[in-house]
């Protein structure tokens, strides 16, 4: 599979010329199959420079949602696809105790946040609530888990017959624990990352940093370590940049990374940037 | 062992920081966990103790009545929220594993997680005084 990365940033867009080699587009990745199935990960702001690169030719494509806050949806509106009448469009996303996705996704889709309803968008859509045990789309095997991070939130495990891909863009394993990390078993979202080629994992703040964000929902870069190396994952891509964070502090963020562990590769998450996975 | 589901990290977390017992077993009934207040009563750290099943935490801790009539597993109020799915108080002796009989105030209630999964069930626990 490729996974191609369209938006690396976290929480807010932060475009500029102090962020423009990792990129401000928020959440967003492009997985396509050998076989042309197009998966797409959060519908961040990235989203939108995606949409332009799709084949014509393309009639189904799912778009994974990881959660419904605003950065993971922001871009839903400008995908060109949901506006394809051709197109058969699958998301799927987590339903909260109280408001199936269809009334959660209808809450940004709607006027006043957006002019377009969800129910006048011309695609072919269909709406699927996760997780919902482990399903097939064209070569993908896909599993998903609720983890840490507020409000319904899952990540996603996609393994074709050649390798595995493991995307947690909003995750904080450590929060409450006292001595992280505590065993794979005790540890969210541990099984599901479990030994895969490439873990896209939240790295949103500093060590330094991390004390006045307990309970955010994200984690310091030498949390995410600790779990690419409990969860024993081959290669990590830190993701979800802080937007306060330009290009030279995340140089710097992932250089002391780098020389922590060399248990797997370190690959920072930057926009455009794509792997070859399996 | 297997991954605990999200909400019985969750709670087990918040547990950890709680000055009240704590004892709480997953959905098979499986004993996951018991915080440092619930060793206090129970008389036995967790860590001694790890994960048993709900056949051994049931007896282990010889629960009885106030007549000192043994409590089968189905009349405690951990077992009945686990299995009823609904909350369940009562008032017992146990005899701690520091061979100490204590006098406790139980309430147990579900862990329900969204998609109607069934997650386990917690009790809270209470040394009380003798009627």
């Not at chain 1, 995606?50 to 400008?78: A, E, V, Y």
């Not at chain 1, 695609?123 to 896909?142: A, K, M, N, W, Y």
């Amino acid at each position: 599979m490729t996974v191609t990365l369209w938006g690396t940033r976290g929480s807010l867009p932060a475009p500029g010329a102090e962020t423009a080699r990792y990129g401000g587009n928020t959440s967003c990745v492009e997985v396509r199959g050998r076989d042309g199935t197009v998966l797409v990960l959060d519908a961040g702001t990235g989203i939108r420079r995606l949409g332009k690169t799709l084949p014509n030719s393309l009639r189904r494509l799912d778009l994974l949602l990881t959660h419904l806050h605003m950065d993971h949806i922001q871009g839903l509106g400008f995908f060109a696809p949901l506006h394809n009448p051709d197109l058969e469009v699958h998301i799927w996303g987590p339903a909260s105790t109280t408001a199936n996705l269809r009334t959660r996704l209808m809450r940004y889709l709607s006027p006043p946040l957006f002019p377009v309803r969800l129910r006048d968008l011309p695609c072919r859509l269909t709406l699927h609530e996760v997780p919902c045990g482990d399903f097939s789309i064209g070569e993908f095997q896909v599993a998903s888990a609720l983890v840490c991070h507020p409000g319904p939130t899952v990540a996603y495990r996609i393994s074709s017959a050649r390798g595995a891909l493991a995307y947690f863009p909003d995750h904080e394993p450590a929060l409450g624990v006292q001595k992280f990390p505590m065993g794979c078993d005790w540890t969210s979202g541990c099984a599901l990352a479990a030994g895969v080629d490439l873990l896209i994992h939240d790295a949103q703040y500093s060590k330094e940093e991390y004390p006045q964000h307990i309970g955010w929902g994200h984690s310091a870069v030498d949390d995410t370590l600790r779990f690419a190396a409990l969860a024993e994952v081959k290669q990590l891509v830190p993701f979800h940049h802080d937007p306060a964070h330009n290009d030279d502090d995340l140089d710097r963020m992932i250089a002391a990374a780098r020389a922590t562990t060399r248990r797997f590769t370190i690959t920072p998450g930057t926009e455009g940037a794509a792997f070859e996975v399996g | 062992m297997s991954q605990k589901e999200i909400e019985v990290i969750l709670i087990r977390q918040l547990a950890s920081y709680l000055a009240m017992a704590v004892f709480i077993v997953d959905a098979e009934g499986n004993l996951a966990f018991y915080n440092e207040p619930a060793e206090r009563i129970l008389g036995h750290r967790f860590d001694e103790t790890g994960e048993m099943p709900a056949t051994e935490w049931a007896t282990a801790w010889t629960p009885t009545n106030e007549e000192g009539e043994s409590l089968a597993p189905e009349a405690l109020p951990l077992w009945i929220a686990l299995h009823d799915r609904r909350v369940a108080t009562g008032r017992l002796w146990i005899r701690a594993l520091d061979n100490v009989p204590r006098y406790i105030e139980v309430v147990a209630f579900p862990l329900l997680g969204q998609g109607d999964r069934h997650l386990g069930a917690v009790s809270l626990l209470w040394e009380a005084e003798p009627l």
